[in-house]
């Protein structure tokens, strides 16, 4: 019974528990309302049609409750015909309120809330409105849910349907230029304007054009796509051709359109419509070509009775189309036919013409009438021809009216020369000539040709023909022609001009009209008087002796030859030539009468000798004498008999001797050398020579000269030389002087008087004679400086002891002897050996053959080359030697690099043995100094395991001189380290300046050495004297393992970090270098952090391929959103240098959940309330129930028992 009890007690506990957790649905009437269903999208409505699928519906409600629901899921019962997506006849979905970018399922009070299905349209479905069930269940909390039935409606579209109206049509070529179609148009597209009047859109139109027999091909296709409602579209057929037997009209022609519409969910229909269109044929278009120019052809003229002559018209095409394959049809006028009598001229010309570009048409043969009057006549030229654009061709036609002139011949030839010649050469006519050439050039000045001619002279009285030659060739316009008549001349034709009549015949355009023309023309000649023309001979030389034997004659000599030189000066050959002498009375003639060569041509010389005795009275001085010459000239086939008197002079001598007969031949000093102001002793030569017929003796000469001169030695202005001396010897007079210290540079004037003795016979005459000399006094010009250098190094400011070589040349003096020289450094610098500004130094002297070079190598201590070119002892420097003039000097700190000048003051014993001075400026620069080359390593490091580094070296130049031309090179790298072109070339290092050089090298992986090693760096350089510098320098480099730490499976801990709290960060540090990390450290940080006692650990040593699990905490800030923590983790290397590596890592804080407190309205809180004490007595009273139960089952057992 208790049992029962229980069991009772424990069915009403689940029933009270059933009612108090599960609500109970709600029922409510028209708190819903329809407001419109929608295909598609809100923004964008759809129309469907039978066949739509996967559409979207759209239904739209009025939430008329007073309350909010908290979700609204609405069921969809479809009609026959229209399924869901997966095919069954309902659908489900929950409702929506559409907000600006987003939505929510809770639906306010009065609120507009949508619900999305995707359906299927079937096929068979009947276009139409269509209404269906909607249920609505709905929660207003979780534990109330409501139910409602609405129903709705939505609609199925009919396909639309359509129609179209025709436009236009129009032609264009392939490429879509618009033509107009005319007949014998060959692959052109027709193009259909049409208009879309249906009801929507169709996608894709594919046409079928019927062209029939009127068109090629028969029938032809075309397609559009997406033509709009109202739109206008074109349909386009390609390659149509118009035959040339389709005459120009307008054709009508059927158009089959088939109609693809495709609609919202792929539904598809095709329609199938027939439009009638319109097609226009027109006339052929002209080529729109220019008449540019008409000529015949050639540019010759056309005369009344042309025959087959040509016509050239040049056109140039000014249309749109290439032009091809032309026709041309020329109507000629009356009086002009063809070749068969017809006024018609066919041609054709296959010439492409482009658009600008120019072609001649030549027409003909055409024949012009003879009783044609000249003037122009007009013809109509028909062109019919192919235009071609874009593969597209056209007949094109075009009437053209062209011009033909018929021209008047009037003769035009110019008589251009007229020569007489001989033997083909150029003449003239004399009376007497014989077979002479009359040679006439004609000019054809007319445009014509010319060819057929004969001509026919009339002649003057004395003149015969004897023939005739006439050019037998074509004359063209412009060319010139010949004709020759040879004649004779009779002796009575007087010198005179004379005009000949010409009567010429030929024929006129040989290769055209070849009419026969008669014309005339004058030619003037002229016939020569021979008195203009002769060849002189003139007398080329006379004189007493015969030829290559001169000789003086006297008065009394007998039996003397005069010889006589004649030379041919004109210009024709003389012949026969003799000559008749006549003297004065003082001559006796023994032969007067000689003849020379028989014929002289022109420039020839002919000699002949008269003899004569010369009377005794005669008095000596010139006579003149008179040559009578005769000759004839034969000239152009006459001949000229000349007679002249020519005039020569002669001379008869006396003996005689006049002064002066001592001629002064040279004055200078003693061996040549020169003389300087102050120089004593100095000896004067003075040569002289004797021009008498005599020998002459006891010569004494006395020098007289300016103040600046004194007389040096006992008698130094005097000279004396015994003799004799014979006629044309020469001896030499020596005179000793001193020149004044203050005697300028220049010539000086001297007389010299000379007294001899003429050895003429008998008592002899004694003879004095004045001369006037020039005495030149030179000026003394220092050594030419020739080259300055430093020896061994450059130096700069501050340098000691350094080694300025002078150079000079000796150009002027030529012996100098105990040479020193006094030198005058400028300020900055000072003598090492005196401390002073000034120094004496004796050069040393070379040969003129002695390279700079060499004395330079001596200088600096190297080996000399050449034995020849030593230094020679300072006994004499001669004119040419190079003074080599060595100084040892001081740069003071604050001199500057640049130019200076110094002045050496030579003092040496002239070649006279006299003191000279003379002063020399001098140049030499101060270059700088490269006294140092620092290398500074830049702390390279070389890493075991790395393929490979850098080592990175900075060469510094301390000095004040550029190096220049540098090689820097490591010349020892130490055990294990291999370093890659080792040698690097750097132009120049400016002074204080440094630069930064390269190497790549690379450490053995199983090297035992790291830490910092040596190497040795070696530098060469040119300094400023080209000298080659070498300095070796030693750098450190470190080589040093790799430490390569990698983080593993790093995590924050917890997954959900709140603002306030403490956050973990674990990971796993892992070594893949080479070398262990020492004294690992590890911390994290962040700004919005705060240390803890875990932020921070030692890790300690993590050896090579170690790892090391690290777990830090920290405690977040009051901050959220996303911020990045950083862990770092710091070790040091083999040189105990810290080396530190940080990793972000990206986090996200939240802030903390609160407790949200939920106003509830009475009766929920009370029902809340009661729920809660309705649990906690249903839990003891089953607490209470298990152990009774548990009690009597024991009870129970026991009685049994």
């Not at 003397?560 to 006549?582: D, I, M, Q, R, S």
Request: hydrophobic fraction near 40%; charged fraction near 15%.
């Amino acid at each position: 019974m208790r049992l029962n009890k229980i069991i009772s007690t424990i069915i009403i506990i689940i029933i009270l528990q059933t009612l108090i957790f599960n609500p109970v649905p709600v029922k409510a009437k028209n708190t819903f309302t329809f407001v419109n269903s929608v295909w598609g999208s809100l923004s964008s409505p759809q129309k469907v049609y039978p066949g739509s699928s996967n559409v979207n519906l759209i239904l739209s409600f009025r939430n008329d409750h007073n309350q909010s629901l908290a979700s609204v899921y609405i069921t969809l019962y479809l009609p026959n015909g229209i399924e869901s997506y997966d095919g069954k006849n309902n659908i489900t979905s929950r409702g929506y309120v559409q907000e600006d970018n987003s939505i929510r399922y809770n639906v306010g009070s009065g609120e507009i809330f949508q619900a999305n299905f995707i359906l299927n349209i079937l096929d068979d479905v009947e276009p139409k409105e269509y209404n269906c069930t909607a249920s609505i269940e709905y929660y207003i909390s979780p534990y109330n849910v409501g139910e409602e039935n609405v129903t709705v409606w939505f609609t199925v579209s009919s396909f639309p349907t359509y129609s179209f109206n025709f436009i236009e049509s129009y032609w264009t070529t392939s490429s879509g230029y618009r033509v107009n179609g005319s007949s014998g148009a060959r692959n052109l597209n027709l193009n259909l304007v049409l208009k879309n009047l249906g009801e929507d859109t169709v996608n894709s139109v594919s046409a079928k054009l019927y062209l029939g027999n009127s068109f090629y091909p028969q029938t032809s296709t075309s397609s559009a796509n997406d033509v709009g409602k109202n739109e206008l579209f074109t349909l386009t057929f390609n390659q149509v051709s118009i035959p040339v037997t389709t005459g120009p009209g307008t054709y009508i022609l059927n158009l089959e359109l088939n109609c693809t519409f495709q609609g919202y969910g792929n539904a598809v229909s095709m329609q199938s419509y027939m439009v009638q269109v319109a097609v226009d044929v027109m006339a052929p278009s002209s080529p729109n070509l220019r008449l540019v120019k008409v000529s015949w052809r050639n540019y010759e003229k056309a005369y009344p009775g042309a025959r087959a002559i040509f016509l050239d018209a040049t056109v140039q095409n000014f249309g749109e189309y290439i032009i091809s394959e032309s026709l041309i049809r020329l109507h000629l006028p009356k009086g002009f036919t063809d070749t068969f009598g017809k006024n018609t001229v066919n041609t054709t010309s296959s010439a492409s013409i482009g658009y600008g570009e120019f072609t001649t048409y030549s027409i003909g043969p055409i024949y012009v009438g003879s009783n044609i009057v000249p003037g122009i006549y007009y013809g109509n030229a028909t062109i019919e021809c192919v235009g071609s654009r874009d593969n597209s061709q056209l007949l094109l036609v075009q009437n053209i009216t062209i011009p033909l002139i018929v021209s008047k011949y009037t003769p035009n030839l110019d008589v251009s020369s007229v020569e007489w010649l001989y033997g083909g050469q150029p003449a003239v006519a004399l009376p007497g000539a014989q077979n002479i050439q009359l040679s006439i050039t004609l000019v054809n000045r007319g445009e014509e040709s010319l060819s057929g001619l004969s001509a026919s002279p009339t002649l003057p009285e004395g003149f015969k023909l004897l023939g005739e030659n006439v050019f037998s060739g074509p004359v063209s316009s412009g060319s010139s022609f010949s004709i020759s008549f040879y004649l004779n001349i009779s002796q009575g034709v007087k010198p005179n001009n004379y005009i000949i009549p010409v009567a010429l015949t030929f024929n006129l355009n040989p290769t055209s009209s070849n009419t026969i023309v008669s014309s005339g023309f004058m030619v003037p000649v002229w016939v020569e008087d021979p008195k203009n023309f002769d060849s002189e001979v003139k007398l080329v030389n006379v004189f007493w002796g015969t030829y290559g034997n001169p000789i003086t004659v006297y008065p009394g000599s007998k039996f003397v030859p005069l010889t006589v030189e004649v030379a041919n000066f004109g210009f024709y050959t003389v012949h026969g030539l003799h000559l008749k002498l006549y003297t004065p009375e003082a001559f006796e003639t023994i032969v007067g009468q000689v003849d020379f060569s028989a014929s002289m041509p022109t420039g020839s010389f002919s000699t002949s000798t008269f003899y004569l005795n010369i009377k005794f009275e005669a008095s000596p001085k010139k006579y003149n004498i008179t040559l009578q010459e005769n000759y004839f000239i034969s000239l152009y086939g006459a001949q000229i008999l000349r007679t002249r008197n020519l005039t020569a002079e002669v001379t008869v001598f006396e003996h005689s001797i006049k002064q002066p007969y001592v001629k002064i031949l040279s004055c200078g000093w003693g061996n040549g050398y020169p003389v300087y102001p102050g120089t004593e002793n100095a000896t004067l030569n003075v040569v002289i020579s004797n021009q008498a017929p005599y020998s002459i003796s006891g010569i004494y000469a006395i020098l007289k000269t300016p103040k600046v001169f004194s007389e040096s030695w006992f008698e130094g202005l005097k000279a004396y030389v015994s003799g004799p001396l014979a006629p044309w010897q020469t001896t030499t007079l020596s005179f000793k002087l001193n020149i004044g210290s203050n005697t300028l540079p220049k010539d000086y004037p001297a007389n010299l008087t000379i007294e001899y003795t003429l050895l003429s016979g008998g008592n002899n005459v004694r003879v004095k004679e004045e001369n006037i000399l020039q005495i030149k006094v030179n000026m003394l010009n220092p050594p030419e400086h020739v080259y300055s250098s430093w020896v061994r190094y450059s130096p700069g400011p501050g340098n000691k002891g350094a080694l300025l070589l002078l150079v000079f040349r000796n150009s002027e003096v030529p012996i100098m002897r105990g040479t020193y020289v006094t030198v005058t450094l400028p300020k900055g610098f000072k003598s090492t050996v005196t401390g002073s500004e000034k120094v004496n130094v004796t050069p040393s002297s070379f040969s003129p053959t002695t390279q700079v070079q060499d004395i330079l190598s001596l200088f600096s201590g190297q080996t000399f080359t050449f034995a020849q070119n030593l230094p020679t002892p300072q006994a004499q420097i001669g004119k040419g030697d190079l003074l080599a003039v060595p100084l040892q000097v001081d740069v003071e700190p604050k001199a500057s690099l640049g130019q200076y000048y110094l002045f050496a003051e030579f003092n040496f014993i002239d070649q006279w043995g006299c003191m000279q001075k003379t002063v020399s400026r001098a140049s030499f620069t101060l270059l700088g100094s490269t006294n140092m080359v620092e290398v500074v390593e830049g702390k390279s490091k070389l890493f075991i395991g790395s393929r490979s580094a850098v080592i990175e070296l900075f060469i510094r130049n301390n000095g004040t001189a550029p190096l220049r031309d540098v090689y820097v090179a490591i010349g020892g790298a130490p055990q294990g380290i291999a370093v890659s072109s080792s040698v690097k070339y750097v132009p120049e290092i400016g002074p204080k300046c440094e630069v930064n050089l390269t190497w790549l090298a690379s450490v053995n992986p199983q090297t035992p050495y790291t830490g910092s090693l040596p190497i040795l760096v070696v530098v060469n350089f040119a300094d400023q004297l080209g000298y080659r510098r070498t300095f070796n320098q030693t750098a450190i480099i470190y080589v040093e393992g790799i430490v390569e730490l990698k983080l593993m499976d790093t995590t924050v801990s917890p997954q959900t970090i709140y603002s306030g709290e403490t956050l973990t960060v674990s990971t796993t540090v892992l070594n893949l270098g080479t070398y262990k990390a020492k004294n690992v450290e590890a911390n994290v940080v962040g700004s919005f952090l705060e240390n803890v006692t875990g932020s921070y650990t030692f890790v300690g040593d993590v050896d090579v391929g170690a790892q090391v699990p690290i777990s830090l905490q920290a405690r977040v800030t009051d901050v959220i959103g996303e911020r990045t923590l950083y862990l770092i983790i710091r070790y040091r290397n083999v040189f105990n240098e810290p080396i530190t590596q940080v990793y972000p890592i990206n986090v996200t804080i939240v802030s903390k959940p609160t407790t949200i407190t939920t106003t509830r309205i009475p009766l929920v809180e009370f029902i809340d309330t009661y729920r809660v004490i309705f649990i906690l007595l249903i839990l003891g009273f089953l607490v209470a129930s298990g152990i009774l139960i548990y009690r009597l089952y024991q009870r129970a057992k026991k009685a049994a028992v």
